[in-house]
């Protein structure tokens, strides 16, 4: 069964521009949820979704933007790119949504120049 | 409010000693705990999970973890630690629905050989 597939693997971009990240749960789950991860502020939740809807939304300002579609795969969009942007953004995908346990891809390695 | 604390930064233990890891958690209901582990480069993998029932759980790799409520701790341990063991270790707590975990700041496990 494969895991959380996450493309990019790495990025590059510029200062203003946009960019979109994908990820592909494990076949069958249909949650999956995405993180930031960088030096300074560890792992902060994004957002959340389930049956192509969101379900929360961490404290992140509205350049960031996510959807699900209806075969559970799942993209993330930054735009207007800051230089704080930089970090590793994980999806994990779970099952439902009774957070029984969520499996982790290997994450997008952004960085903003 | 939710929160997680990992007291300890950076850990460093010699191959075949024990090992334990702390993390104490501040959530307004009967959370569900987590620890990860991340090796570099790489997304988050489930050592161990608490949901319910007995306070000892275990996990792969020979972990396990004690959930302690009057004292708001869920501490990872291992008896005897191997080279592979060295990564960033992360506990985690959530709902009981969702994906929306807290994480801790990480734990830097360096093993000497």
């Known amino acids: 069964k494969a895991g959380v597939t996450q493309t990019p693997r790495y990025l590059i971009k510029t200062r203003g521009q946009q960019v979109t990240l994908s990820c592909s749960p494990i076949?069958?789950?249909?949650?999956v949820s995405w993180y930031q991860q960088t030096p300074g502020q560890g792992l902060q939740f994004l957002f959340e979704?389930?049956?192509?809807?969101?379900?929360n939304k961490g404290n992140f300002p509205g350049r960031f933007s996510g959807r699900q579609f209806s075969n559970s795969r799942s993209e993330m969009n930054v735009s207007t790119l800051e230089l704080g942007d930089s970090a590793l953004y994980l999806c994990a995908s779970s099952l439902t949504q009774s957070n029984t346990e969520a499996f982790f891809g290997q994450g997008t390695r952004l960085t903003v120049v | 409010a939710q929160s997680v604390t990992q007291p300890d930064i950076h850990i460093t233990v010699s191959e075949g000693a024990s090992l334990e890891l702390r993390c104490n958690y501040s959530y307004g209901a009967t959370p569900y705990l987590f620890w990860y582990v991340q090796s570099p480069g790489q997304g988050l993998q489930l050592l161990l999970k608490y949901f319910s029932g007995d306070t000892l759980v275990q996990g792969i790799k020979g972990f396990e973890a004690e959930f302690k409520r009057s004292q708001s701790s869920f501490n990872l341990r291992k008896p005897s630690v191997h080279w592979s063991d060295a990564a960033e270790y992360f506990c985690?707590?959530?709902?009981?629905?969702?994906?929306?975990?807290?994480f801790g700041t990480g734990t830097s496990l360096t093993v000497i050989p």
């Open positions: 979704y389930f049956s192509e809807t969101q379900r």
């Open positions: 076949s069958g789950h249909r949650s």
């Open positions: 985690a707590v959530g709902p009981h629905t969702g994906n929306q975990f807290y």
